[in-house]
């Protein structure tokens, strides 16, 4: 096993970039984000909200932009100090992969390896090609391969040039919804094999949910939001996803399988859930996403309900919906946060306000994983 590229330090990033797009119109980026040197950080927002202006700015690919990075301790840029493009240790991988035509994956490979400033351990080769499964298309052109495939070795080559940091501009965009289903497992070993921070585009919410230990929410330029994947998920005021997709992240570890039901109970900081067994899951660790719209409130404590998971919890906050008839309640459940989406006719009849204790119901068969 090849030993983990180490950077725990953290990604300091301030930027402003002006782009004048007609005597009227421009586009200002301005943000300041502070993130970890480790994991993936998501980078979400709506189209035209200066995701990959901002990739642009790390990459140094953006001349006129003002402002300073650090990358795990290393200085890239600041008032007196741009180290080129090239010069910065990264791999970026775009929307399309971007391959060489007239090489084979392997081709494509060893470019990158003549390409990389430090000399590439063989052993480094065989596990990113085992780690992105792509040890039997090796002797393929690019033409050859699926869009899905392409993308494998691309994100190979990416890490192959042994970056202190991999930028990823919506890699799965252009792939339908299979292709994506079967790239996103090795996008979650790359997460788990290397230890090289990732800064993942996207404004896919399903995608986000699976791969992101970190999320920075950007909006017309700025930083709407940063912070634990978890944490932001669960906040009421912030656009993650259209009404019907908000819901809360939740961290559970499995306590039991119930073979019988074929059922399984986790457990979180705020209690226990049933929820539909996984079978094929080796690990113990399930990341859980409870939507809003899956989630009822009573006063008291229903026995006689189909109802298996029942929580006793906090109203934290409520928030009005963009849907005059509907609003959104965060909840505290032991030391994790739930949302609700609740009309406000349900509001009132219960008179459900701020610090009230309630129960909590969630269908097992809306969990989403
Ligand atoms: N070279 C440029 N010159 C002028 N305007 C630009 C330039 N590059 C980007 N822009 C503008 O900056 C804004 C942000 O663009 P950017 O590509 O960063 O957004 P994005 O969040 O990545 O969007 P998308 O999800 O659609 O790719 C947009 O209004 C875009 O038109």
Known sequence: MVDKIECAKGIQAQFQLNYRQSAKTHFELDIDIDIPGQGITAIFGGSGSGKTSLLRCIAGLEQNATGS???????????????????????????????????????????????????????????????????????????????????????????????????????????????????????????????????????????????????????????????????????????????????????????????????MRVAFDGGELWLPNVANKDSNSQRIRVLASDVSLTLTSHTDSSIL??????????????????????LKVGKSYLLARLTQKSLQNLALTLGKSVWIQIKSAAIVR
């Open 69 to 263: 990075l650090m990358v795990n301790d290393e200085l890239w840029q600041d008032t007196s100090v741009f180290v080129a493009t090239h010069k910065r240790s990264l791999g970026y991988v775009f929307q399309e992969a971007s391959l060489f035509e007239h090489l084979t994956a392997m081709g494509n490979l060893r470019y990158a390896i003549k390409r990389s400033a430090q000399t590439t351990n063989p052993e480094l080769l065989t596990q990113v090609v085992s780690v992105m499964g792509i040890e039997s298309i090796l002797s393929q052109f690019p033409q050859q391969l699926s869009g899905g495939e392409k993308q494998r070795v691309a994100i190979a080559r990416a890490l192959l040039s042994q970056p202190k940091l991999l930028l990823m501009d919506e890699p799965l965009a252009s792939l339908d919804t299979p292709r994506k289903l079967e790239i996103l497992p090795y996008l979650e070993r790359l997460r788990s094999s290397f230890n090289i921070p990732i800064l993942y585009v996207s404004h896919a919410v399903d995608e986000i949910v699976r791969l992101a230990d970190h999320l920075v929410i950007m909006e017309q330029g700025k930083v709407l939001a940063q912070g634990g994947i978890t944490e932001l998920f669960s906040r009421a005021d912030l656009p993650l996803g259209v009404s019907n997709e908000v819901g809360a992240i939740v961290e559970c570890k499995v306590v039991e399988r119930d073979t019988q039901w074929h059922l």
């Open 309 to 330: 998971n029942v929580l006793s919890g906090q109203i934290a906050e409520i928030i009005n919906d963009q849907d005059p008839a509907m609003s959104l309640v965060r």
